[in-house]
């Protein structure tokens, strides 16, 4: 049982009248989008208004105050039922904008609700809608050449297409209340934005071809049928009628769409009013053509055919269908012999056809006993230019002469075949929406709109076939093909039929097609004004405005000049096929609309509507792309790649719009169903990439310190595989909720800025260590987890007053080596290059000292594909020791690197045991000196800052004096080893060892104390820093493996030491440590 709704006016907290259209808190309000920016719906379930809250204040019942605070947002239910209670639902079309007015100030109008009911609100309009110009001036000519049994499988597909888009429509306008929108709002509201605008424009671009449609018909109406000595371009030569019929109907056609734009423009309510007046010319054109038929039994109309042997003749030239006549007993020539003949002599030259057969007469319409209906059941398709013939009919055949085509014979204008007429024939079926789209206007229309529709489509599809049948029982098979009527002195072949009068249908016709342009041009622009009030395409914006009461002035104008596009084309068997597409493109999305809801099974899909399938959808669905590739398979191509460019166009530059779409749904379906199929187990080398779980760091206004590390993460992603942008704030959730929603906010706007494709996750900890451990555990889903942690080089940690950043970081790695991740550590991330930079000839230079399973050689590959690193080379360096023999390990490099399929250059340095020099022990004391005191001496913030700047003066100090000790005696690096090379070098070690003992003691008194594992390590960092420097420091960016922290904590500060001396001198450096697994393979 319906729900009726009152509608009364509400006051605002101001005390100021508000009209249920303001007060409407069903509908869907895009404009008005939350904090984060992701558009909501105003809806009673939720008071999300200030004028709600204002109101809720107001309760101090006392029955309830276990919920009183609670208030705020969730509503009583007393107040929901009285908000449901007024709520109103505004009308489609021009209704609204008739009775609103929108100036600042002006007392509105109190809407009426809505009182049509199924017949006047859905099945008339959806009649009216179906049944037009194809089926008075093509339909005949489509029985005649495809015949009854070809005819009737065209009207049983596009019915049967029609019926099942009505069914899945049926079943989303009864699942909920429609507002005024119609099929644009369900497609869009069920399938997404970027769906509902694309097919949105694809149904506006069919409405308005549509209206082109019915102002060429009624133009080729009033030239052929009515008015025929109107034309302004007529035909001196046979050849030219046909262009000279195209330009008047491009004349006639443009003065026509003007006219009916301007009546648009200047009152929809005329246009409203007279549309009862064209449809009951549509009935009553029909009946006449049923009170025809019925006639043709008993008394069957006089319209006799002329026949030329078996061809049929144009017969506006001549009265009598004869040869000669007598006249008080003289034997003359006829009007005929003269068309034939070159003189009216009866010994004139004549057409050797013309010579050779004989005239007859035939009745155009025998009548539904006459049994031609046997004679029509085939098809008779012909080529263009061919003439209409009867095969019943002797003939005996003349030789092809090109004089023929300038005779007066009945000819083909196009070429005929089953899929051209497929598509001429489509346009009969549309406008099965027009019920959905009158869904304000409806009293109920969760009950109106399944039965109306269905209805309407059963009794169209009825008289299609009924018709189809009839034709071909009633009229002669000649008179069928004859399309304009030539045959039978120009009269319309349909309303030879008719009775009580041809006029009949003509007039009727004339007034249907009219009427239907003028209810294209009001529908189409009002349907792009709801697009462009969506905000989901940009560039339609101003089509949105209009005059001050809401008239879509824009939009008509936009309209009328894409209509006037179908005009110029003139031909409406060129123009039919077009808008077929666009028609079956919105049927096409209408079901698979309702298939991707039914198989998703959403809580929110409730349809009244009980009888669909979603396999009927699907039939459907598949109906509908089979006759679009049926009727022409580039149009559909074409009608397809635009609504993709549409697709893809508001895909990337359209509104964020959260409608609760199937799409989304289906995407979650499909993402839940692949994670369950993902194995948790680490992929296959082959299919290994660096699902990146990205640590920012932000400042205290919640901005990124490095956006260049976003940069740097989408180079080495180009949006493939998995990135997760994480940040930690410390405190608890509670207290820092606001600051993480905006840490988020600030994170996606840079996310986008710099292109980077992934997702964000901001944790609250109460420490910034455990929400970093917490984020490496956890981030990620099933098996869609990160395998590599990247981060930025902690740049101040000298000069950090609180040891524990570096403390944190050095945890951090741990933690990643530990969960058997990747690591890569960005060194001055701020000069990395940005997205648009392009860097020029240079070197990406890894540096190979121990194997990490292949991210050394995997990383710089990524990078290369990039165009920002795509000029630059890749150098690999590996370190040799003494006892290696270099120049092998060159080549098993480089074939290595060959059956890895990378291109690089290879490159092994030598690197012999040197003793180690007094600066490595002076770097040394200096790094355990600074740690001790800084550990034994609880000092005050100032002196601690004091002492830390006597120890770098005296680290300063003592650099400059090695530097100088070392430019007098430098050291050599080695750069290929030989046998020769080799002994030299032993036995040079073996005459120094006594003096490197000496040395030994005679070192300062300091260093005996140092521990000897650091010097070990120093020497390293200063050795290998001297290499890398050397050959690396022009480099663009530098890979290295990173060292793994102590296993001993105690000495965490001096192992970021060594991380210091080890890149110092060095601009860009990645830190690189791997998983503990191969990430490479040399296998396909």
């Known amino acids: 049982m319906p729900t009726n709704f009152t509608v009364v006016p509400v006051k605002d907290a101001r005390g100021a009248k508000r009209s249920p259209t303001e007060d409407n808190v069903l509908r869907e309000e895009d404009e008005e989008a939350t904090g984060d920016g992701v558009p909501k719906e105003n809806s009673p379930f939720i008071n999300n208004t200030d004028n709600d809250k204002a109101n809720s204040n107001s309760y101090d019942g006392t029955n309830m105050a276990l919920f009183e605070e609670e208030m705020d947002s969730h509503p009583m239910v007393s107040s929901l039922l009285n908000k449901l209670a007024n709520y109103t639902n505004l009308t489609q079309g021009a209704h609204e904008h008739e009775e609103a007015d929108e100036d600042e100030g002006a007392k509105k109008k109190t809407v009426k609700s809505p009182q049509m009911g199924t017949f006047m609100g859905v099945y008339l309009p959806c009649l009216q809608n179906i049944l037009g110009v194809i089926l008075f001036l093509r339909l005949t000519w489509i029985v005649g050449t495809a015949g009854i049994l070809e005819s009737l499988a065209i009207v049983g597909l596009c019915c049967s297409c029609t019926m099942l888009t009505a069914i899945s429509m049926s079943a989303i306008a009864t699942n909920g209340v429609v ?592 929400g970093v451990s917490h984020l490496i555990q956890s981030a990620g889903l099933g098996g869609m987890k990160h395998n590599t942690v990247l981060m930025a080089w902690p740049g101040t940690w000298k000069q950090s007053n609180d040891p524990q950043s570096w403390k944190n970081f050095i945890e951090t790695i741990r933690e990643t080596t530990a969960t058997h991740h990747a690591l890569l550590v960005a060194k001055n991330v701020d000069s990395f290059p940005t997205n648009q930079e392009r860097l020029g000839e240079g070197t990406i230079d890894v540096w190979w000292v121990v194997h990490d399973g292949g991210m050394l050689m995997l990383l710089p590959f990524l990078l290369r594909q990039h165009k920002v690193w795509r000029k630059c080379k890749m150098r690999i360096f590996t370190v040799a020791q003494l006892d290696d023999n270099s120049i092998q390990m060159k080549k098993d490099l480089q074939m290595f690197l060959y059956h890895l399929r990378l291109d690089a250059e290879v490159e092994v340095v030598e690197m012999h045991d040197n003793d180690i020099s007094a600066f490595t022990y002076e770097k040394t004391l200096v790094m355990e000196q600074r740690s001790q005191m800084l550990k034994q001496m609880q000092l005050s913030r100032t002196e601690r800052e004091r002492e830390a700047q006597l120890i770098h003066d005296r680290n300063t100090a003592s650099h400059t004096a090695i530097n100088d000790k070392a430019d007098a005696a430098p050291e050599r690096v080695h750069m290929t080893w030989t046998k020769d090379k080799l002994f030299t070098e032993r036995r040079h070690r073996e005459c120094n060892a006594n003096v490197a003992v000496r040395d030994l003691f005679n070192m300062k008194p300091e260093w005996e104390s140092l521990n000897q594992s650091n010097v070990r390590r120093m020497h390293t960092a200063v050795k290998l820093n001297e290499v890398v420097v050397n050959k690396s420091q022009g480099a663009h960016l530098v890979l290295l493996n990173m060292p793994g922290p102590p296993k001993n904590r105690g000495g965490d500060e001096n192992y970021m030491e060594f991380l210091e001396v080890l890149l110092e001198g060095l601009n860009r450096v990645l830190l690189v440590r791997g998983g503990g697994r191969e990430v490479i393979t040399i296998y396909s």
Request: glycine share 8%.
């Open 179 to 770: 507002p005024a929108g119609g099929s644009y709002y369900m497609i869009s509201r069920s399938l997404g934005p970027e769906f509902g605008g694309a097919v949105g424009l694809c149904f506006y671009l069919g409405t308005t071809f549509a209206g082109s449609m019915y102002i060429l018909g009624t133009i080729e109406i009033l030239l052929t049928y009515i008015v025929p000595k109107a034309a302004i371009f007529v035909a001196d030569k046979k050849e030219d009628e046909v262009a000279a019929l195209l330009n008047n109907m491009r004349v006639y056609g443009t003065c026509c769409l003007a006219l009916m734009a301007v009546v648009v423009f200047v009152g929809v309510k005329y246009v409203n009013k007279l549309a009862l007046v064209f449809l009951a010319c549509v009935i009553l054109s029909i009946l006449a053509i049923y009170a025809g038929v019925i006639k043709s039994v008993f008394e069957p109309p006089d319209f006799p055919v002329c026949m030329l042997g078996n061809r049929t003749l144009h017969n506006q030239k001549f009265d009598k269908c004869l040869k000669t006549e007598v006249i008080d007993n003289l034997t003359v020539s006829t009007q005929l012999w003269r068309l034939f003949c070159d003189g009216p002599n009866l010994n004139a030259t004549c057409n050797e056809y013309f010579t050779n057969n004989n005239v007859t007469e035939v009745q155009g319409i025998p009548g539904l006993t006459s049994r031609v209906i046997s004679d029509n059941l085939w098809s008779a398709y012909a080529s263009l230019g061919m003439t209409v013939e009867d095969h019943k009919l002797p003939s005996l055949p003349a030789p092809e002469s090109a004089q023929d085509f300038n005779m007066p014979y009945v000819v083909n204008d196009i070429t005929t075949f089953f899929t051209l007429l497929v598509g001429i024939y489509f346009p009969s079926v549309t406008g099965i929406m027009a019920g959905s789209n009158r869904s304000g206007d409806l009293r109920d229309a969760q009950k109106s709109i399944p039965i109306g529709t269905i209805l309407a489509i059963a009794t169209t599809s009825f008289i299609y076939v009924t018709c189809v049948v009839l034709f071909g029982a009633c009229i002669e098979g000649v008179l069928l093909r004859d399309k304009f009527g030539d045959s039978v002195k120009g009269n319309l072949v349909i309303g030879t039929l008719s009775w009580p009068s041809p006029w009949v249908i003509v007039i009727g016709s004339f007034f249907s097609c009219c009427g239907a342009g003028l209810q294209s041009l009001t529908g189409a622009p009002r349907l792009l004004q709801a697009i462009a009030r969506d905000g989901i395409v940009p560039f339609l914006q101003v089509f949105g405005h209009g005059k001050a009461n809401g008239e879509p002035t824009w939009a008509l104008l936009l309209t009328a000049g894409i209509c006037e596009i179908g005009i110029l084309i003139a031909s409406l068997d060129s123009v039919a096929p077009i808008l077929s597409m666009f028609f079956l493109m919105c049927y096409l999305f209408v079901n698979l609309a309702c298939a991707v809801q039914t198989l998703l099974r959403t809580p929110n899909w409730r349809p009244r509507f009980k009888y669909y399938h979603w396999t009927l959808s699907f039939l459907g669905m598949s109906l509908c792309l089979a006759i679009m590739f049926i009727s022409s398979w580039y149009y559909a191509i074409v009608a397809m790649a635009i609504a993709g460019c549409i697709y893809k166009y508001i895909e990337y530059r359209g509104a964020e719009k959260e409608w609760g779409d199937g799409i989304r749904g289906l995407s979650l379906n499909a993402a839940r169903y692949a994670l369950i199929r993902l194995e948790d187990a680490p992929p296959h080398t082959k299919n290994w990439r660096p699902q990146v779980l990205v640590l920012l760091n932000l400042d205290s206004d919640q901005s990124i310190k490095h956006p260049r590390l976003l940069s740097f993460t989408t180079q080495l992603k180009a949006g493939k595989g998995l990135t997760i942008v994480a940040n930690v704030l410390e405190g608890t959730y509670l207290t820092k909720d606001t600051e993480a929603r905006r840490a988020e906010q600030n994170i996606k706007v840079c996310m986008s800025t710099e292109r980077t494709k992934g997702f964000c996750h901001v944790v609250v900890s109460s420490n910034l260590r455990d």
